[in-house]
C-alpha cells in the first residue's frame, strides 16, 4: 500500500528548553506486523496546552502511555526537561480514558490518596486540605463524602482531573478524557477544562478525536496520521484568544482556517494513502461540524 510522506517535523525556534521532547520514537506490539507509531517527533515548551488529534485506534494511548513512562519506545529517546525520561512519577500525571478510580473510596479520598502518594511528606491534614482545593476546583465540593461508585460518569471525570491536578504534575497527560460523556456534560467539562487550565497553567498534553474540542482548548494541535506507523504532521498552532466562547468560535476566520488545516490533514491522508482500507474501516475521527457541540453558555 502506497503510504503518504508526511513532512518532517519543523520545530519552532524556542525562548527555553522543551519540556518534553520525542525524537524519531517508534514503538510496536508483539505479535503486530508493523509499528504502531513509526519516525514520531514531538516538541512540547513548558506551559503549553497541546491536543494531539487523531482518529481511533491511530495510537493515542500508545503515545500517551511513552511520555507517561508506562512503556519504553522500541527506537529513539524521549526527554523531559531536558534528561532521560524516567518511570512513571508524580511529575507526569495522567487521566485515563475510563478515568480508573477505586470505587469504594469518596471523592476526597480518592484524591486524598493521590496527594499523600505524590506529597508523602504532607501530614493527613495538609495533605487533606490540599486536596479540597483542587475538589473545590472541579466543583464537586457537594459530591466530596461520596463514593465514587455512586457518582455519574460526568462526575468520576472531575475526581481523576482532580486527583491528576492535586499532584501539581510538570505534565498532566489527558487521554481523550471526555470521551465518555454524553454531549452535554462534556461541553460543560470542556470549559470547565479551559477554566482550571487558565487557573493552573500546567503543561497538558490531552489526546483527543475531537477536532473542535482540541481547538477550543489547545494552543497548539498536533495531527496524528492514522496507524500502523503512525507519525505526527506539522503542529497548527491556535492563537485565537482566551476564554474561548465556542458559539462565537466557528465565526472566527482562525478558527476556521486551523480546523480545515486538521480536517484536509487527516481526512487528505484518507484519500491519498489509506482509501483501500476504508473499505472495511469506517473513518472514526470526529470532523463533523461544530453545531454538534452543543451551546451551554449564552453569548
Ligand atoms: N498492549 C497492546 N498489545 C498489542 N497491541 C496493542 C496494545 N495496545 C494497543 N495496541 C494496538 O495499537 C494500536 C493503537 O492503539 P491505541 O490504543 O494506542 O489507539 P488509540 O488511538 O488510543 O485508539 P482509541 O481512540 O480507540 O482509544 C491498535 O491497533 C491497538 O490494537
Ligand atoms: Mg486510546
Not at 468560535?249 to 487527516?266: G, K, N
Request: charged residues 20%; contains cysteine; aromatic residues 4%.
Amino acid at each position: 500500500m502506497a503510504r503518504v510522506e508526511v513532512a518532517p517535523h519543523r520545530f519552532p525556534a524556542l525562548a527555553q528548553p522543551p519540556l518534553l521532547e520525542l525524537r524519531n520514537v517508534e514503538k510496536g506490539f508483539a505479535g503486530g506486523s508493523e509499528p504502531v507509531l513509526s519516525q514520531l517527533s514531538l516538541c512540547i515548551p513548558e506551559g503549553q496546552f497541546a491536543a494531539v488529534v487523531g482518529c481511533s485506534g491511530a495510537g493515542k494511548t500508545t503515545l500517551i502511555s511513552l511520555i507517561a513512562g508506562l512503556t519504553k519506545p522500541d527506537q529513539g529517546e524521549i526527554l523531559f526537561a531536558g534528561n532521560p525520561l524516567g518511570p512513571p512519577g508524580p511529575d507526569r500525571a495522567v487521566v485515563f480514558q475510563n478515568y480508573s478510580l477505586l470505587p469504594w473510596l469518596t471523592v476526597l479520598e480518592n484524591v486524598t490518596l493521590a496527594v499523600r502518594a505524590a506529597a508523602p511528606q504532607l501530614n493527613r491534614r495538609s495533605a487533606k486540605e490540599h486536596a479540597q482545593y483542587f475538589i473545590d476546583l472541579v466543583k464537586l465540593t457537594a459530591a466530596i463524602n461520596k463514593r465514587s461508585r455512586e457518582l455519574s460518569g460526568g462526575m468520576r471525570q472531575r475526581v481523576a482531573l482532580a486527583r491528576a491536578l492535586a499532584m501539581e504534575p510538570r505534565l498532566l497527560l489527558l487521554d481523550e478524557p471526555l470521551s465518555a460523556l454524553d454531549a452535554l456534560t462534556r461541553a460543560t467539562l470542556q470549559d470547565e477544562l479551559a477554566r482550571i487550565w487558565g487557573e493552573t497553567k500546567t503543561t497538558v498534553i490531552m489526546v483527543t478525536n475531537d477536532i473542535d474540542e482540541a481547538i477550543l482548548l489547545a494552543d497548539c494541535v498536533y495531527p496524528l496520521t492514522r496507524g500502523p506507523r503512525a507519525t505526527l504532521g506539522q503542529p497548527i498552532p491556535v492563537t485565537l484568544p482566551r476564554p474561548r466562547v465556542r458559539t462565537r468560535l466557528s465565526l472566527v476566520p482562525e478558527y476556521q482556517w486551523v480546523r480545515r488545516e486538521i480536517v484536509a490533514f487527516l481526512e487528505g491522508l484518507r484519500d491519498q494513502g489509506t482509501r483501500e482500507k476504508e473499505k472495511d474501516r469506517q473513518p472514526t475521527c470526529n470532523t463533523a461540524p461544530q453545531s454538534l457541540t452543543p451551546n451551554l453558555r449564552p453569548l
